[in-house]
């Protein structure tokens, strides 16, 4: 399988909740995040058509906090552990977060 990703990932742990376009909630969390994208790891419960759109809420840790973010995507692929997310729309908590691991 050749490498379909434009960005670096990284092995990121965090909590993480799929808001459907349906308004169907899914939670899981990530096994691996990048710049554009991450794979959740969760049971989808049904067939998830690739390129459905979705939000990402991640759960992501501060100094002293939790802070979340939503974050809106679309399923790039799922396997049996879980689902692939492209993100379409970032935000500057996301940026801030993922900065630490670029450095």
Known sequence: ???RRDHER???RRF???KLSNGELIEGQTQDMSVGGAFIECDPGRDLQEGETCTITLILEGDDE???TEIYGNITHR?????GCNFLKLNSTYYQFMSEYFD
């Open 1 to 3: 399988m050749s490498e």
């Open 10 to 12: 990284h092995l990121i």
């Open 16 to 18: 993480a909740l799929l």
């Open 79 to 83: 396997e049996e552990g879980g689902v």
């Open 66 to 68: 939790s802070i979340s």
